[in-house]
Structure formats: structure tokens, C-alpha cells
């Protein structure tokens, strides 16, 4: 098993190929975007398959969304949980605007939680 700091990057690095990067998470493990709520949308996706078609849906709304090895923060780390803080650069498919946004991710050997 990894540490959550290595399992975090190599989610975040794989983030363009929806299986690969929903394969590290357990039956049980979860991914939790809170505000999500604030868009009518459900905020936790459960398991290899919910956390795949969150990505799936991702990529359609912005086809060129990825992280940057240079954009990621590790603020805080232990062996099983990370505080890490990212930017994100991506183009609307629907708009063709740029969308830039600042978040964090919280995760642990179980869930990913971004805001």
C-alpha cells in the first residue's frame, strides 16, 4: 500500500485517464466535492465507478483539464492522509473560456475531499 501523499499525486497525475485514476480507490473509498450541492449535483462519489464517471463528466465539460506536477502543494503530510492545495487551468467545451481555479484537496487512504 502507498502513502497518501504518493496515492494523492498519482490520482491527480492520472486524472486524463478516468479507469487508471479510479482504479486507486477501494469499493469503499470515496471521492467528496461539497460544493457540488451548490450546483444541484451529488457530492460524494462512492467507489471505483462513482469516482470514474465523476471524471468522465469532468473531462466532457473541460476536455484539457489536468494537473500540473508545478501546480500542486503538499502543505501537510503524514503516511496516511495529505493537505495539499492545486490550481487548476482548462478550457469550457461548451464556451471555449478559460477556467482557473484554486482549490485543496484533502485526502486519506480512503477519500478525497476538494473544495
Not at 503524514?78 to 467545451?93: G, I, N, R
Request: aromatic fraction near 12%; charged fraction near 25%; glycine fraction near 6%.
Amino acid at each position: 500500500m502507498s502513502d497518501a501523499t504518493t496515492l494523492l499525486k498519482e490520482f491527480l497525475g492520472n486524472i486524463r485517464d478516468p479507469e487508471k485514476a479510479s482504479a486507486l480507490f477501494a469499493e469503499d473509498g470515496a471521492f467528496e466535492m461539497p460544493f457540488f450541492v451548490s450546483l444541484g449535483l451529488p457530492d460524494r462519489f462512492e467507489g471505483p465507478e462513482g469516482v470514474k464517471g465523476l471524471i468522465t463528466t469532468v473531462l466532457e465539460y473541460y476536455p484539457d483539464f489536468e494537473f500540473k506536477d508545478e501546480d500542486i502543494t503538499v502543505l501537510i503530510e503524514t503516511p496516511d492522509e495529505v493537505f495539499a492545495e492545486y490550481v487548476v487551468h482548462a478550457t469550457a467545451a461548451a464556451t471555449g473560456r478559460l477556467a482557473t481555479t484554486c482549490s485543496w484537496v484533502a485526502s486519506s487512504q480512503r477519500t478525497v475531499r476538494s473544495r
